[in-house]
């Protein structure tokens, strides 16, 4: 159900989340995990470094899917064109079938603050990936890191979105909805300083 | 020096800055603190709860602030104006006399992984806290939540430039630049999406 990933490393990864989701992260061992598919702890030792590792080991994946995106997108891109490119690299690693297992993943991170900072981390590394190769690309300061900070922001909505109970468009679609809203607001009025705060 | 705080809080405050800064955070103890402005341990604890407070005790003035321009701005505000606003009040309470203490405070803060992580969190804070305010205003989502990660992200941006050596201009002046360099970025182009990357 929670199946994505073929072979012993996703057979593995569906019951450790299975698990998780049940019993809580916490209070699941890694030879429970390796159980439940009937193998032992050492054969779970030679898949992952450790149980965390089941939740976060896409993560390399994702960041060079985005850096795919943005190497491809021409030279001469607007910033945020460039955003976008890898936004929907980034998000075509997620085919739909994949959202039963990511849904479940979030479940078990929103249970942990541990894993929430976590995956903040990780949200940050990816923002700050982004960015360098943004830089790479000759793209200034500050536009570098506000469009590598908006890339992370919009994904991190977008990927909300698309587990939610009932949405069925994929994420990449979100994504390009949640991009243009992105544009909508920053651009659509001039930018005005209400005279109540003087600096 | 990097006194900015008066009385016993802003001695123990500067004490412990410079302590964290010379010999590392892991390395000073809260009775070392003490005894550099020639206090008790207990004393200490009477005003910190513990020494990574004196690092983070400025978050809910820092909350609030940024609250009290979003709510002061007018009904009728678009939520980049709105955010706008939140901005000129968070970053009207950093004096330029504070650049020394905030940058000491940050180069202690990028030498520990935890540290960082509650630095995380509490951008992280602040952003989920102005959302809550833009939808307490009726702004829906994702515009919500866009606006204000895109709040958080620019003041983080305008904090990191305020602190450099030689920077000279206000955190408010710089953050107006940032916010409308977002601006700029984000609508300055019509959304395209690069054929390269289909969905």
């Given at each position: ?17 299975e ?82 297992h ?8 929103e ?69 243009s ?19």
């Amino acid at each position: 159900m929670a199946r994505w990933q073929p072979g012993t490393s996703g057979r593995l990864q569906a019951a450790a989340l299975e698990l998780f989701a049940s019993r809580g992260y916490e209070q699941t061992t890694a030879a429970e995990i390796a159980q439940a598919v009937g193998l032992t702890e050492r054969t779970f030792f030679r898949h992952f470094s450790d149980k965390r590792e089941v939740l976060f080991r896409g993560q390399e994946q994702l960041t060079d899917a985005f850096l795919r995106g943005i190497t491809a997108a021409p030279d001469d891109a607007a910033p945020m064109d460039v955003v976008a490119a890898g936004l929907d690299s980034g998000t075509a690693i997620f085919p739909d079938e994949r959202r039963p297992h990511s849904r479940l993943r979030q479940s078990v991170i929103e249970q942990n603050p541990a894993l929430q900072e976590r995956e903040r981390h990780k949200m940050s590394h990816l923002a700050a990936t982004i960015g360098d190769a943004l830089r790479a690309r000759g793209v200034g300061e500050p536009a570098a890191t506000l469009a590598a900070e908006s890339a992370s922001t919009v994904f991190g909505i977008a990927f909300i979105q698309w587990i939610r109970e009932g949405e069925d468009r994929s994420l990449t679609e979100i994504s390009r909805t949640v991009l243009s809203e992105l544009r909508g607001l920053a651009g659509g009025n001039p930018a005005r300083h209400p005279a109540q705060q003087p600096a």
